[in-house]
C-alpha cells in the first residue's frame, strides 16, 4: 500500500517564519536592552559592580544580536529567491505578475527583499 509522502514544512513556511522573526526580532532586541537598563538602574543602589556588568555585556552582545538580525534577513532573501525563480510568490505559491503579488499586495526586489511603498 502506497501513502503518498506530503513534505511537513514547505519553504512558504519557512520564509514566513522568517518574515516574522525579521518584524519582530528588532523591536524584541530594543526592549530587551530597555528592561536591561530599567535592572542595572536598579543594581546601580545596591550591587554597583552588577550594574556595571550588564552595562559592560550588553555593549558587546551588540555584536551578536546585529549578525543574528542580519542572518535573519540573508535567510528571508535567500528563500525569497527561490521561490522568485520559479515565478511564485514565496508567502502564499500564487503566481506573481513582475515580482508582484495580488493576493498579499507585496512586491519583491530582485535580491529577494521586499519593496516598502510609501
Ligand atoms: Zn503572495
Redesign the pocket.
Known amino acids: 500500500m502506497f501513502v503518498p509522502c506530503r513534505p511537513l514544512y514547505t519553504l512558504g513556511m519557512f520564509y514566513r517564519l522568517f518574515r516574522w522573526l525579521n518584524d519582530v526580532y528588532p523591536v524584541t532586541v530594543f526592549f530587551l536592552y530597555i528592561a536591561l537598563f530599567f535592572i542595572a538602574f536598579m543594581l546601580a543602589f545596591f550591587i554597583p559592580a552588577g550594574a556595571f556588568l550588564i552595562l559592560i555585556g550588553s555593549i558587546f552582545a551588540l555584536l551578536p544580536f546585529a549578525f543574528a538580525n542580519t542572518l535573519i534577513k540573508h535567510m528571508q532573501r535567500v528563500l525569497a529567491r527561490s521561490a522568485l525563480s520559479r515565478g511564485?510568490?514565496?508567502?502564499?505559491?500564487?503566481l506573481?505578475e513582475e515580482r508582484r503579488?495580488?493576493?498579499?499586495?507585496?512586491e519583491f526586489e530582485p535580491n529577494g527583499g521586499l519593496v516598502i511603498s510609501e
Do not use: E, G, R, W
Open positions: 511564485v510568490c514565496p508567502a502564499c505559491n500564487t506573481l503579488c495580488k493576493a498579499c499586495s507585496i
